[in-house]
């Protein structure tokens, strides 16, 4: 397999053949010491939260049954791969580790529900009795459900932000992330609203929960987290200590209101529709304006942090305005899936996420929020980087 080099210097526009690039493991990650350790404390903590979601389900089969629960699971998976595809399809410039993205689903699916629903339960029972079941309620629904919820989606992103710094580049991870946690959330909850409806008012009761939370309103949960995934994402940006308090702890707070915003109005019959029109409508058009300009802000990074590359001749400046384009990129990776089928297209992502990923460390040093001694890993994404361009 053989291509024509690509410009060094100058500006003219990309060859028609797409660029072959070798196979190289996606998404090209740095090496990092103490793999084995994480790698087994990455199994036991998937291992813990699969059994976490195996008590979750199996509450909710002895509560409506196992046949229902099984109706419930298909209704609550189904729509699963389409919501999470577009939730990952935001994330062009520097896509998230497979891994991370799926430990993050799962603890929204496991560890945040089972958590909700202890915390939940126990908190509307002990209202029930002290004050009445409708005291209960409200309280379950309007206090405990969003502080409690919104808590324990968001400790797996602070875990992120705090353990894995290098995969907060910007508002767009944390939002990528907190619309994940936020789908596993609300899959599992789903199953239990699912067989809910199943069991009181048979296969048309789950359809019509079905249609309300799986088709309806699916983003809730992504939206509300959401919240917190900004607030961290401004935070990593920021070398200002009190930025790095304010934006997250502003950012959770606004999630837990905005919750119990929608539940409260749920509880109020028509008043749900006013607030779905005139608060959630708007904050969800706002955070897609925000994942806009965050994406856009990413490709000048890119733009300006691979000039150097540039300068010194190792890639064309047609291949910068390229990686500096969500739309390029995507052009790119069809020219490579036409031309060389699935393997070809994915070794042009990583192409793409390995620029992303030196361009941001660059950015990283450059404002002083890198930690550790970068030269090296930024020598390896270079030599990643030559790998990948050069011809085979």
């Known amino acids: 397999m053989t291509t024509d080099r690509a410009p060094q210097t100058s500006a003219a526009p990309p060859p028609a053949v797409p660029v072959q690039y070798p196979a190289l493991p996606f998404p090209a990650p740095v090496r990092r010491t103490g793999a084995r350790v994480r790698r087994a404390l990455l199994i036991a903590g998937v291992l813990v939260m699969l059994l976490l979601l195996l008590v979750v389900l199996a509450i909710t089969g002895l509560e409506v049954g196992a046949v229902n629960l099984g109706i419930a699971l298909v209704l609550a998976v189904l729509p699963v791969p389409v919501y999470l595809g577009l939730a990952l399809w935001i994330d062009r410039f520097e896509p998230e580790p497979r891994w991370m993205i799926a430990s993050t689903f799962l603890w929204g699916a496991a560890v945040a529900t089972f958590v909700a629903l202890v915390v939940n339960s126990i908190g509307q029972l002990v209202v029930s009795e002290a004050l009445g079941p409708q005291e209960g309620v409200i309280f379950g629904g309007s206090i405990s459900a969003p502080i409690v919820e919104e808590s324990s989606k968001a400790a797996v992103l602070f875990l992120i932000f705090w353990l894995s710094r290098d995969e907060f580049n910007g508002v767009v991870d944390g939002i990528v992330y907190a619309i994940v946690v936020g789908l596993g959330f609300a899959t599992t909850e789903n199953v239990i609203y699912y067989g809910r409806g199943v069991l009181e008012e048979g296969l048309e009761g789950g359809l019509a929960v079905f249609v309300v939370r799986g088709i ?82 990413e490709g000048r990074l890119v733009r300006t942090y691979l000039a150097p590359d540039v300068q010194r001749g190792a890639l064309g400046a047609w291949e910068v305005e390229q990686l500096s384009s969500v739309r390029a990129r995507i052009r790119a990776s069809w020219r490579s899936l036409q031309a060389g089928g699935y393997r070809e297209w994915r070794n042009c992502r990583a192409y793409h996420a390995t620029a992303s990923e030196l361009a941001f460390l660059r950015f990283r040093v450059d404002q002083g929020l890198q930690r550790g001694e970068p030269h090296a890993e930024e020598q390896e994404y270079v030599r990643r980087l030559a790998q990948l361009r050069a011809p085979v």
Do not use: C, D, E
């Open 216 to 297: 309806l309103t699916p983003f809730l949960h992504p939206l509300f987290t959401s919240l917190t995934g900004l607030g961290l994402g401004i935070a990593s940006q920021s070398r200002r200590t009190w930025v790095r308090i304010v934006a997250p702890a502003a950012g959770l707070i606004g999630a837990v209101l905005l919750h119990s915003a929608w539940n409260t109005s749920a509880l109020g019959g028509a008043l749900v529709v006013g607030v779905y029109v005139l608060v959630i409508v708007p904050i969800l058009l706002a955070m897609l304006t925000v994942v806009v300009l965050g994406l856009r802000r």
